[in-house]
Nanobody, 117 residues
Framework: QVQLVESGGGLVQAGGSLRLSCKAS????????MGWYRQAPGKQRDLVAS???????DYVDSVKGRFTISRDNAKNTVYLQMNSLKPEDTAVYYC???????????WGQGTQVTVSS
């Protein structure tokens, strides 16, 4: 049974930091590409950051220089370090795992991040 469990969300003031974690089970974590998406109220769900099995990273322009995605294969966990948070970063953040060799993604349940001005 595949599970992606996010944690670390919460309420923070603008300029603050949060670190999201996503613990995976039931998948071959080390060979799967991982990602973080977010969805604000009334908006579509968008990719924020991704990391390949080899450790290559990519970010949406709006978070470059502020967010860092990383992974610990020994712990089956992917992280999203978010610094200099802005009110527009407020959203539900979802962890994804792309099954190796396919375009299929597993999704976590999401964690709420709220940034107050």
């Amino acid at each position: 049974q595949v599970q992606l469990v996010e944690s670390g969300g919460g309420l923070v003031q603008a300029g603050g930091s949060l670190r999201l974690s996503c613990k995976a089970s039931g998948i071959m974590f080390s060979i799967n590409n991982m990602g973080w998406y977010r969805q604000a109220p009334g908006k579509q769900r968008d990719l924020v950051a991704s990391i390949t099995s080899g450790g290559s990273t990519d970010y949406v322009d709006s978070v470059k220089g502020r967010f860092t995605i990383s992974r610990d294969n020994a712990k089956n966990t992917v992280y999203l370090q978010m610094n200099s948070l802005k009110p527009e970063d407020t959203a539900v953040y979802y962890c994804t795992s792309q099954r190796w060799g396919t375009s299929f993604k597993y999704w976590g349940q999401g964690t709420q991040v709220t940034v107050s001005s």
